[in-house]
């Protein structure tokens, strides 16, 4: 199959060098490989993305001197796919509504934990529930979603290929480790109707992607986007989880660090080739 791969920023602030890497990451490896680069917008948080910001994401990946496939995906534009993707686990019986609050849930935790150090999954409170409130956000019910896969020893037969230089390898899914680390987690936020989890699976899938790039953070999400691939009948990609840019204290970049910002490196006269030499890059670009 072809190689394609994705940038999936959020516009939720101005693209910083942490992005740049990551972009070009991704562009590289798509160039390598004589394949495609994609670019997905992923502003479903409707209360945190700003159009401005994808108008600035679009100007910065141009100025970096890169090139993407037509049309770019905006996951505004795709919240019935999502909420299709979410009946079809409704339907299948692994997902229940949750009306707790945030405070309800850290109650609850500190209730169970007594001091004990354990993760915090959300309790399972609302686990169990059949009605359908219209404000609610609705969970996976995860020990559902892995005897629906077959037990535990079916869901450890769920393999995937990370390409990247730390976890580099073959992994699977552990029943265990889903359950203590990832838990019921929300499928559908109520204010959006949706989460990142299912639009990034829904997505990876409806553009073809076969190698998904990005960066080591959410590395630790892709047991969830394994497994909701395995729920769903969605092919699997690889993953490549690159390495993190880190500020001079060793500090990973954040959106709100505007003095990195790809725009103001620009408007200080910097130019693409010192954003490579920033990033340590063996090329121009
Ligand atoms: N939108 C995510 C971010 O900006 C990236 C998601 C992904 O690449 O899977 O962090
Ligand atoms: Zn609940």
């Known amino acids: 199959m072809a190689y394609r791969t994705r940038f999936a920023p959020s ?10 890497f990551s972009a070009i990451t991704a562009y590289e490896r798509a160039r390598e490989a004589e394949g495609q680069f994609l670019l997905r917008i992923e502003n479903i948080d409707t209360t945190r993305s700003r159009p401005e910001f994808e108008d600035a994401i679009l100007s910065d990946l141009k100025w970096l001197g890169l090139d993407w496939e037509h049309p770019v995906t905006r996951q505004s534009e795709r919240f019935d796919v999502y909420a299709d993707a979410v009946r079809k686990l409704r339907d299948l019986g692994l997902v229940y509504p949750c009306t707790c ?13 007594e001091g004990v150090d354990q993760p915090p999954v959300y309790p399972g409170t609302c686990r169990g529930r059949t ?3 219209v404000d609610a956000a609705w969970r996976l019910n995860m020990s559902a979603a892995i005897d629906h896969l077959g037990g535990a020893a079916a869901v450890a037969e769920l393999t995937w290929t990370e390409t990247g230089p730390d976890c580099a390898g073959c992994h ?3 029943a265990e ?4 680390e990832h838990g019921d987690i929300v499928l559908a936020r109520r204010d959006i109707g949706t989460s990142y989890n299912v639009a990034v699976v829904v997505d990876d899938a409806e553009q073809g992607i076969t190698e998904v790039v990005r960066g080591l953070d959410l590395f630790e999400e892709t047991p969830v986007h394994r497994l909701l691939q395995a729920l769903l009948n969605l092919p ?3 993953w490549h989880h690159h390495r993190l840019i880190r500020d001079e204290n060793g500090k990973r970049l954040a959106k709100r660090d505007d003095a990195k910002s790809l725009a103001s490196l620009r408007d200080a006269g910097r130019t693409p080739a010192d954003v490579a030499r920033m990033l340590s890059l063996d090329h121009g670009f």
């Open 101 to 113: 609050t945030r405070r309800d849930i850290a109650a609850a935790v500190a209730a169970r934990q």
């Open 172 to 174: 699977h899914l552990d």
């Open 11 to 20: 516009p939720t602030g101005l693209l910083h060098l942490g992005h740049a």
């Open 177 to 180: 480790k889903l359950l203590k």
């Open 131 to 133: 009605d359908a409130p």
């Open 236 to 238: 699997v990609p690889d």
